[in-house]
């Protein structure tokens, strides 16, 4: 069974560009959630999308959105990027509270 | 004040030493309660979860979850270096989750 797929694994980008990140949940996971992981902050919450509609949201500014597709790939947006959004960008997928499966994490630095 | 408290380390045991991660939380409607393990560049993984106060044992790991002390507890006994990782506690309300900091752990062979 394939796991949750993040693409892409590093990325780096200057200040002000904007930058789209990609998730393949689980087959049958209809649940799409996104984490912004930093030595500082640890998991923040940005969203979660379920059945393509966002469900949840976090405490991040305007410039985070994300999509879900029919198939349940999601994707995530920043623009205008700041040197603050380095991080690793986790997507995680599930079928309900027991527990999410995490990807690997985009890892994206901005310079 | 975090819903969610874990304290970071960093944690250095020896190998065979019986190891306890510790997170407190804030929030009585936290209904289910999870360990996550998570290696040097990789997502976390699931390890434990449970859902009830008590005890539940998988193998070297026991989770423990007191709700009437808001305080949850993993133990890990004859650690091994394989266990050298950082561990998040997580809990969920509704369709929310919430994750402590993480601890950072290194056994040492």
């Known amino acids: 069974k394939a796991g949750v797929t993040q693409t892409p694994r590093y990325l780096i980008k200057t200040r002000g560009q904007q930058v789209t990140l990609s998730c393949s949940p689980i087959?049958?996971?209809?649940?799409v959630s996104w984490y912004q992981q930093t030595p500082g902050q640890g998991l923040q919450f940005l969203f979660e999308y379920f059945s393509e509609t966002q469900r949840n949201k976090g405490n991040f500014p305007g410039r985070f959105s994300g999509r879900q597709f029919s198939n349940s790939r999601s994707e995530m947006n920043v623009s205008t990027l700041e040197l603050g959004d380095s991080a690793l960008y986790l997507c995680?997928?599930?079928?309900?509270?027991?527990?999410?499966?995490f990807g690997s994490g985009t890892r994206l630095t901005v310079v | 004040q975090k819903e969610v408290e874990q304290d970071p380390g960093p944690l250095s045991v020896p190998e065979g030493a019986i190891v306890s991660l510790n997170c407190t939380y804030s929030n009585s409607a936290f209904q289910y309660f999870m360990w996550y393990r998570q290696y040097s560049r990789k997502g976390p993984e699931l390890l434990m979860y449970t859902y009830s106060s008590g005890n539940k044992e998988d193998g070297r790991f026991t989770a423990q979850v007191d709700k009437s002390s808001k305080y949850i507890s993993l133990f890990i006994r004859d650690s091994q270096p394989s266990d050298s990782a950082t561990y998040l506690c997580?809990?969920?309300?509704?369709?929310?989750?919430?994750f402590g900091t993480g601890t950072s752990l290194t056994v040492i062979p």
């Open positions: 087959s049958g996971h209809r649940s």
């Open positions: 995680a997928s599930s079928l309900s509270h027991y527990g999410y499966t």
């Open positions: 997580a809990m969920v309300h509704g369709n929310q989750f919430y």
